[in-house]
């Protein structure tokens, strides 16, 4: 096919990312200040420097302003200006993102839905609770105790991540091997096109009409439109829930172990593993009592009544020792069962303890695999010369690597993301994918292309122009344009062929 | 995180300091989720989070405006923060720091200097804050109404045992508290006379250095902090087994003697010595937590519903958590739940004269919280959360040592 015909079922704006520079930037400040209260809009670079990025340092970029808006009529009205200016709009939450989904565009604003944090209703007999996008992850679950009921995922920067943020990247977290994604518990959300068009999506009931956009906008990285308000379901909490803590003197023992539970019929509340680094960097700040001579530890954890609790909790033993475990605790109390996890949540953070930068991977494979990725990653470690802690998700197969580097040492960080780039493409000739729930931002852009093919990407350009024509939300974002993949030199190239000769080459 | 300090500070030992503390900062944004400002004002930069990069760019070189100082201004010092941070960075550390480098690249207007100056020269002086509340007090009922709500009530003096017991401990007098709630040491000496040990008053001597150097003073900080030390000292020869405080703001303050002079060759040895030796009372009375419920079965005290309001100062500052609650349960308190208890009342020092907005809206969540169990009485353990939440309240706030004396025979 040659470009012009290409052209013609590809969108616009899908061989090269667009320019925003040289908009009217007084015009935009003007009329941005008009709708917002004093204080809500921060231009120069003093203020604005501390938003240049999220929980990912490594990508930075100044914006153009910062809008702090506390209503949704404001969101509406900033997004309005922006589409008459046609300037670029990413939203922002905690800016707690591990994949850079907030990191600002250069010539764009941040619209920070921080102030928006109310929770709007909570209805314990329907168990759902509608809240605006800013409410703390945790906070919707801190209200709905009161109930007996709690938000399910539980990613874990919960404490201080945003409701909006995991839609937007349909976060995970440690119970969603038995309980969902953001997805699953997300029945509606409203949300504000870029042209200030509120949108329902989903609807209360268990089922709407039409297609399931719901499935679209959870995950879809602030490209569709900038959300205002979501239903989430909450869930009773169960009556008892316990904690195996299993040690193993081999990784790759902990790996078969997490295989042999799911193979067993078993499917515990959450099961995560985290390798002797990991464990040593957490110990200090949570006081967990783990034991730091295991070369990996699997958390699993069993809830419902008191007698299920009792007879999956003997069956996950078993199958620990017979995997070689070599020392098996189960949670005595509700504090200990929360202390064994209190470890694994603050494991990304604490690794601050023992290097002053990390950075954290999120592919996912097959967890029949799980050891042979430990092993490849245990190589890998010394190809690079650089350390690798590994937590995982391992009941779902989601890894986070996390690789220790110094960023103040010339060079740690382009090997660092060598490693994981290495890592991520590893997961897919695993059979897995380059993104477990962090989402795909600026970080794993370049990956994309290993993953999707033409065709598939120029489908994925084609969704985002439906809600977004001109590409005004979070450009340069979670699906790359075609000059980008050859710029990264990652699509796939077949029988020595060059890819794409018809694209200019960087 | 990445670090370039400039060269005006790279190689000093605040640049050292600070250039540490910033490489443990793995920008993660946990604390933002316990920080009382941002999550008032939802705003990246009145957060410890971005504060912290504030600062980084600060000490990298970037030219700096009031603006950084405004954010730094906005900050408790609750460390709140700290209780919360996985990576363990020390933000108070770096906030001072911080505080002291934009003071010194951005001097305040004038008006803004002059006003700390009167606070800092007025509160440590017991006398003079002693007399000036006096006066307040003479003249509340014609003062208006906002005015009248600020100059707060005393009570009396109690009897203060006579040492008896081989087991003694100094507490400082104090500056502020003796003349807002002048019976917090001496039911402390009460307590601390059934469980054995004399509680001696070391006279007044000033100010521990917090006020003046949380006012931008830091070195008047540590003048004050010698005189302490210059106070305190000749009673450790005399077998005194622990320096007591009884204001946990002041506690959180002085057990950082030894980082505070580290720098100083005739004192750090000294400080370091009297750092080991603070506790806040509260330790003291939960090592003879045993006695103590013995003496409350045969006193027999009324029931008592009480709301606990625990200090920054003693939870995030001295890492206390947990220990004053059981003692007023072993005195028959009943006590109430009380939500979002790691969030600060607003009180912060002077924070509640020098921001009084934000400190208002703090304290209004803060009693809205304590109050939501319909509790008789508040207590707590710092004379200035004491002062701040009884001027928005018409239940009675109290420190804890106070209502556990009552309770006992």
Request: a neutral charge; glycine letters at 10%.
């Given at each position: 096919m040659s470009p012009m015909e290409t052209a013609g079922v590809e969108p616009a704006d899908f061989l090269a990312e667009r320019d925003f520079g040289g908009r009217d930037r007084e015009a935009l400040l003007s009329e941005l200040s008009r709708v917002l209260p004093r204080g809500a809009l921060l231009v120069s670079p003093e203020d604005a420097r501390p938003y240049e990025c999220d929980g990912l340092t490594a990508y930075r970029q100044l914006p153009l302003a910062v809008a702090l808006p506390d209503s949704e009529d404001q969101v509406r009205a900033i997004l309005r200006?922006?589409?008459?200016?046609?300037?670029?709009?990413?939203?922002?939450?905690?800016?707690?993102?591990?994949?850079?989904?907030?990191?600002?565009?250069?010539?764009?604003?941040?619209?920070?839905?921080?102030?928006?944090?109310?929770?709007?209703?909570?209805?314990?007999?329907?168990?759902?609770?509608?809240?605006?996008?800013?409410?703390?992850?945790?906070?919707?679950?801190?209200?709905?105790?009161?109930?007996?009921?709690?938000?399910?995922?539980?990613?874990?920067?919960?404490?201080?991540?945003?409701?909006?943020?995991?839609?937007?990247?349909?976060?995970?977290?440690?119970?969603?091997?038995?309980?969902?994604?953001?997805?699953?518990?997300?029945?509606?959300?409203?949300?504000?096109?870029?042209?200030?068009?509120?949108?329902?999506?989903?609807?209360?009931?268990?089922?709407?009409?039409?297609y399931d956009l719901a499935a679209l906008i959870n995950g879809s990285e602030g490209m569709l439109a900038v959300i205002t308000e979501i239903t989430v379901r909450l869930t009773p909490k169960p009556l008892t829930a316990k904690v195996v803590l299993a040690a193993f003197d081999d990784v790759v023992h902990a790996g078969d172990a997490v295989a042999a539970v799911i193979a067993a019929g078993i499917i515990p509340a959450g099961m995560e593993m985290m390798d002797q680094p990991a464990t040593r960097a957490v110990e200090p700040f949570v006081h967990a009592g783990y034991p730091l001579d295991a070369k990996a530890l699997l958390l699993a954890e069993s809830d419902g009544t008191p007698e299920e609790v009792e007879e999956e909790i003997g069956r996950i033993r078993e199958v620990m020792a017979a995997n070689g475990a070599t020392g098996i605790r189960v949670s005595r109390d509700e504090a200990e069962r929360l202390r064994f996890w209190s470890g694994r949540k603050a494991a990304f953070p604490a690794v601050g303890r023992i290097s002053p930068d990390y950075y954290c991977m999120d592919g996912t494979i097959p967890r029949k695999r799980l050891a042979e990725m430990l092993t490849a990653i245990a190589t890998l470690e010394g190809k690079y010369g650089l350390r690798c802690c590994n937590v995982f998700h391992a009941g779902d197969g989601n890894l986070h690597p996390l690789i220790l580097y110094d960023a103040n040492a010339a060079g740690e960080l382009e090997r660092a993301e060598e490693f994981g780039g290495e890592i991520l493409e590893l997961s897919v000739e695993y059979g897995g994918t380059i993104t477990g729930e962090h989402g795909v931002g600026i970080e794993k852009i370049g990956q994309m292309c290993s993953q999707f093919s033409r065709q598939e990407l120029a489908m994925f350009h084609r969704v985002k122009a439906a809600f977004d024509p001109r590409g005004l939300l979070n450009p340069g974002k979670a699906i790359p344009t075609l000059n980008r993949c050859v710029e990264f030199g990652r699509l796939h190239v077949?029988?020595?062929?060059?890819?794409?000769?018809?694209?200019?080459?960087? | 995180m990445q670090t370039n300090l400039a060269d005006f500070i790279r190689d000093?030992?605040?640049?050292?300091?600070?250039?540490?503390?910033?490489?443990?900062?793995?920008?993660?944004?946990?604390?933002?989720?316990?920080?009382?400002?941002?999550?008032?004002?939802?705003?990246?930069?009145?957060?410890?989070?971005?504060?912290?990069?504030?600062?980084?760019?600060?000490?990298?070189?970037?030219?700096?405006?009031?603006?950084?100082?405004?954010?730094?201004?906005?900050?408790?010092?609750?460390?709140?923060?700290?209780?919360?941070?996985?990576?363990?960075?020390?933000?108070?550390?770096?906030?001072?720091?911080?505080?002291?480098v934009v003071d010194r690249l951005r001097p305040r207007p004038a008006a803004d200097r002059l006003r700390r100056a009167l606070l800092k020269e007025s509160l440590p002086r017991p006398a003079l804050f002693g007399a000036a509340l006096a006066l307040g007090q003479a003249f509340r009922p014609i003062l208006p109404g906002a005015l009248a709500a600020q100059v707060p009530r005393t009570s009396g003096r109690g009897t203060w045992p006579q040492p008896r017991h081989a087991r003694r401990m100094i507490v400082p007098a104090g500056c502020v508290q003796p003349a807002l709630a002048p019976d917090i040491n001496a039911a402390a000496a009460r307590v601390l006379d059934r469980l054995g040990i004399s509680l001696i008053e070391v006279p007044r001597a000033g100010c521990c250095g917090a006020l003046r150097f949380h006012l931008g003073d830091q070195e008047g900080?540590?003048?004050?902090?010698?005189?302490?030390?210059?106070?305190?000292?000749?009673?450790?020869?005399?077998?005194?087994?622990?320096?007591?405080?009884?204001?946990?703001?002041?506690?959180?303050?002085?057990?950082?003697?030894?980082?505070?002079?580290?720098?100083?060759?005739?004192?750090?040895?000294?400080a370091k010595r009297i750092a080991s030796l603070v506790r806040d009372v509260s330790?003291?009375?939960?090592?003879?937590?045993?006695?103590?419920?013995?003496?409350?079965?045969?006193?027999?005290?009324?029931?008592?519903?009480?709301?606990?309001?625990?200090?920054?100062?003693?939870?995030?500052?001295?890492?206390?958590?947990?220990?004053?609650?059981p003692l007023l349960v072993a005195t028959g308190c009943e006590l109430t739940p009380v939500a979002d208890a790691h969030l600060c009342c607003g009180s912060a020092g002077t924070y509640s004269i020098l921001q009084p907005e934000i400190a208002g809206r703090l304290r209004e969540a803060k009693l809205a919280a304590l109050g939501a169990g319909a509790p008789e009485a508040i207590a707590t353990a710092n004379i200035g959360c004491l002062a701040h939440l009884q001027a928005g309240t018409a239940t009675r706030v109290r420190h804890w040592i106070e209502v556990i004396d009552e309770r006992l025979d």
């Open positions: 200006i922006c589409a008459s200016l046609d300037v670029p709009v990413v939203a922002r939450g905690a800016g707690t993102s591990l994949s850079g989904g907030a990191m600002p565009h250069k010539d764009g604003v941040v619209l920070s839905l921080a102030r928006l944090r109310s929770i709007l209703a909570l209805d314990p007999l329907a168990r759902t609770a509608r809240v605006q996008p800013g409410v703390r992850n945790l906070a919707i679950s801190e209200a709905a105790a009161a109930h007996g009921l709690y938000y399910a995922p539980d990613p874990s920067s919960q404490i201080a991540c945003t409701i909006g943020g995991n839609v937007a990247e349909n976060s995970g977290g440690v119970h969603c091997l038995k309980y969902g994604l953001t997805v699953h518990n997300v029945l509606r959300v409203r949300a504000i096109t870029i042209e200030g068009e509120a949108l329902e999506i989903g609807s209360e009931a268990p089922d709407a009409p039409g077949h029988k020595g062929g060059v890819p794409h000769p018809e694209l200019p080459r960087f | 000093t030992p605040e640049g050292r300091e600070a250039d540490g503390i910033l490489r443990k900062c793995v920008h993660c944004g946990f604390c933002t989720a316990t920080c009382p400002t941002y999550q008032l004002l939802g705003d990246e930069l009145d957060g410890p989070r971005g504060r912290i990069y504030l600062i980084k760019e600060m000490l990298e070189g970037v030219a700096v405006s009031g603006r950084t100082r405004l954010h730094l201004d906005r900050c408790l010092t609750c460390r709140s923060c700290e209780t919360t941070c996985p990576s363990g960075v020390q933000y108070a550390r770096l906030v001072d720091i911080g505080r002291a900080g540590r003048r004050d902090a010698r005189t302490m030390i210059d106070a305190w000292w000749p009673y450790l020869s005399q077998g005194v087994e622990a320096i007591v405080m009884t204001a946990s703001g002041c506690g959180a303050f002085v057990r950082e003697y030894d980082h505070l002079l580290e720098r100083d060759s005739r004192y750090a040895e000294k330790e003291v009375v939960a090592a003879g937590e045993a006695r103590l419920a013995e003496c409350a079965q045969r006193s027999k005290p009324a029931p008592l519903r009480l709301a606990f309001h625990s200090p920054c100062s003693l939870q995030h500052g001295q890492k206390l958590r947990g220990v004053v609650e």
